[in-house]
């Protein structure tokens, strides 16, 4: 993960659940512009936005029956520019300041774990603060119970 490409920061405070007792990051490769299809459905018109990113909430006690997942697509008016170096420029001359539309969408989990060709998720707890690097190796097998 290449944190210096994005800065998650912006969004932390829109990522979040009831207790947050573990915190962590996910990587997702799309098929090319196929999250973005689930916004056109909606009536999103993109030539005048630009497709930021998805922020996903299930307050469902993750219950089975519930099959989708609500969504916040954050977009960028095309305003601040036509492609990535005009918008990115357009940003920074506003010290970064984003002005950004969201629409509110539900998407079944069938529907959007279609567009996800890889998926990777990390969490871990509140002790990692105090953990500077993990040295990982795998548990000896008299140690597991097996008894699941």
Known sequence: MDNRK??????KDLVNVKYGDF???IEVDQFPNELKKICADKGVDYSKYHFLGLIGHDESNYDHSN???TCQALFISKNFGRNFDEIEKTIK???G???VNTVTVEVSYSVLFK?????SFGLISPLSKSITKLDISKMPTNDLNTEL
């Open 67 to 69: 099959s989708s997942i």
């Open 6 to 11: 994005f800065n998650l920061n912006c969004i």
């Open 115 to 119: 567009y996800i060709k890889r998926i």
């Open 23 to 25: 915190q962590g990051f």
């Open 93 to 95: 001359l506003n010290d």
């Open 97 to 99: 300041i984003t002005a």
